[in-house]
């Protein structure tokens, strides 16, 4: 199981605009993955409802999760996209 821990970048967390913007990103990997808060429960990174379920705050530490290939790959694009804030996934 590969799994990164980064910052959410964005002021506003893991919310609204932010939350659609990882999940279609989370999607466009084809990588299942899982997002838990430190210590938390993991939900599916590419579920919306539990994305915003999880309460995700701007500042704060979340874990995330994959176990299929291409997962290093895939779980770093998405981290540098959390940690930076970003608008889209970075290029491959």
Known sequence: MAERRVTIGWAEGLHARPASIFVKAV?????????AKEGGTPVN?????GLLALGAE???AVV????AEGADAA????????QEGLD???AA
């Open 64 to 67: 995330l999760s994959a176990d």
């Open 75 to 82: 779980l770093d694009r998405v981290a540098k996209m959390v």
């Open 45 to 49: 990174a590419g579920s919306m409802l």
């Open 88 to 90: 889209e996934l970075p």
């Open 27 to 35: 999607t466009s990997t084809g990588v299942p993955m899982t997002i």
């Open 58 to 60: 701007g500042g704060e």
